[in-house]
């Protein structure tokens, strides 16, 4: 099993930044995928940005020059470091953690609010 805890939401104002962390405990050595994935209201969950173990990295067409997405494998942290945010960005923001279909965890997510 995988537990992971995220934290570091809020409200923030356009044009902002935010970091998201990802606290990563329990059967570790399995994961092959870290990443963040997003919901906002009447939407479905959608891909922000991944990371291998081997420390590739994909975005979202939508937020690719604006977040960037890290790990440090010491802390067992993943992290996500949203810059110059937009309204659009308001969703509750979700870690995710995959070594295979069958162990494909998920955190009980964060809500991130870009607002004036």
């Known amino acids: 099993q995988v537990q992971l805890v995220e934290s570091g939401g809020g409200l923030v104002q356009p044009g902002g930044s935010q970091r998201l962390s990802c606290a990563v405990s329990g059967s570790i050595l399995r994961i092959y995928v870290m990443g963040w994935y997003r919901q906002a209201p009447g939407n479905q969950r959608e891909l922000v940005a991944t990371?291998?173990?081997?420390?590739?990295?994909n975005y979202a067409d939508s937020v690719k020059g604006r977040f960037i997405i890290s790990r440090d494998n010491a802390k067992n942290t993943v992290y996500l470091q949203m810059n110059s945010l937009k309204l659009e960005d308001t969703a509750v923001y979700y870690c995710?953690?995959?070594?295979?279909?069958?162990?494909?965890?998920w955190g009980q997510g964060t809500q991130v609010t870009v607002s004036s």
């Open positions: 990371i291998t173990s081997g420390g590739s990295t």
């Open positions: 995710n953690a995959y070594a295979s279909r069958s162990a494909n965890y």
